[in-house]
């Protein structure tokens, strides 16, 4: 290629990076960790998880405006990891799901409802095969909704690029998707840069965020409670607590059923678990569905026991978000998801070691997908952990394992 055009194309990419920065802080700073690269056999743009490419004759042609669109749309693809997923569908299918979130994603970002149209390209597809924003989707549900008849190639064929006959105007390459040697790395990579971008362009509780973390996915979660799976009366049983109340008119005495008063029966015994400790993975790992089925079990544990269980909820990711007591349902309901970053399972034990030690819980139940690297089992300091997983394959070095179906 032309030094003088690439010169050229280079100062446009650095330039839109920097206008991203001024107007949208979030995209601007998960920019600063990419590596932009020209390929002259890209039909559009691409990216696989390190790099995003950009084809000259594709770029040459584009305003400002949309190159900075390419550039949000193709980040994007790395923070919520389309790169990454995706290998067991069909990919054509898979990839216009992605493009459909991505879109509607950034559309949300940019508080815009108008469709966003490419010049010669067409239209940006932003919406689910249901008529509905894509955002409110994760891409393997909007690939769910998507005509079977769509589904003829598996990740790894060519995927193609820019307009397909499918009528989805403006389509990016995703053929460098899945190519990188070292996945986990780069994903836990992205975890990081995901959480340092939120943070700075101070957006992890804003209304207006990006989409990534709208409020709309936590009403979401709350809404989609289900019934839960787990016994939770056996699994709790080695920590249930008996007291005994002076008195109760429920039933009376037997022993003075010919007496003309109305005797309590004394010794009523009662049962609780008090003391539990829950706490709730929601890292960038942990899917929607996920955390939702999770939730319900912390929900369901508590009316399996008709409200006689209580203790703390709270969440974890690279850090702890400091636990809050609950006694009921209703207080459950009250305690919104947080999360958004990488796992770290030692964090959770240390802020109990520093900030509960005191008064220690009973038992800490991990509820999580079990991704991230295990601590030593001493820093528990004797106290028992339950890891309630949502998969079948991770298995915990140490503590009791329950697991849930996703």
Not at 8 to 22: F, G, M, V, W
Not at 177 to 188: A, G, R, S, V
Not at 220 to 244: A, G, H, M, S, Y
Request: proline residues 5%.
């Amino acid at each position: 290629m032309d030094e003088g055009k690439l010169k050229k194309l280079s100062d446009r990419i650095i330039a839109s990076r920097i206008r991203l920065l001024q107007n949208h802080g979030f995209f601007g700073l998960l920019l600063m960790h990419v590596i932009f690269a020209v390929d002259e056999k890209c039909g559009t743009a691409a990216t696989d998880g390190e790099r995003i490419f950009f084809g000259p004759a594709f770029t040459e042609k584009l305003s400002d405006w949309e190159l900075d669109f390419v550039m949000m749309h193709e980040v994007l693809h790395i923070a919520l990891k389309h790169v990454f997923r995706g290998k067991h569908l069909d990919n054509e299918a898979f990839n216009l799901a992605c493009d459909i979130v991505i879109n509607s994603n950034i559309m949300k970002a940019m508080d815009r409802t108008a469709p966003i149209v490419l010049g010669s390209y067409g239209e940006a597809m932003h919406l689910a095969p249901n008529g509905r924003p894509g955002h409110e989707y994760t891409a393997e549900e909007v690939y769910d909704m998507l005509p079977k008849s769509m589904r003829k190639k598996r990740r790894g064929d060519s995927s193609g690029a820019s307009s397909d006959d499918d009528g989805s105007g403006f389509r990016d390459d995703h053929d460098k998707w899945n190519t990188l040697e070292e996945p986990d790395y780069f994903q836990e990579k992205w975890d990081q840069n995901i959480i340092g971008a939120a943070e700075a362009a101070e957006i992890r509780t804003n209304a207006k965020c990006t989409g990534i973390y709208s409020k709309d996915l936590i009403d979401r979660i709350l809404q989609k409670l289900k019934k839960p799976q787990l016994d939770w009366r056996t699994i709790l049983n080695t920590f249930v607590q008996e007291e005994i109340v002076d008195y109760s008119f429920t039933p009376p005495d037997r022993r003075f059923d010919e007496s003309p008063f109305f005797l309590p029966d004394l010794n009523e015994k009662e049962y609780y678990v008090k003391d539990i400790l829950f706490m709730i993975d929601t890292s960038r790992s942990m899917s929607e569905e996920e955390i939702t089925i999770v939730y319900s079990e912390v929900k369901g544990s508590i009316e399996q026991f008709d409200g006689k269980l209580c203790g703390k909820l709270g969440f974890f990711l690279y850090k702890v978000v400091p636990p809050v007591d609950f006694a009921n349902v209703d207080d459950i309901l009250a305690i919104k998801p947080k999360g958004g970053g990488g796992t770290s399972f030692t964090c959770v034990f240390e802020y109990v070691n520093k900030e509960m030690s005191q008064t220690p819980p009973a038992c800490i139940i991990m509820l999580t997908d079990g991704h991230g690297n295990f601590p030593d089992e001493k820093i528990t300091n004797d106290i028992p952990v339950l890891w309630l997983i949502t998969n079948e394959f991770v298995n915990p070095p140490w503590g009791r394992i329950a697991r849930i179906k996703v």
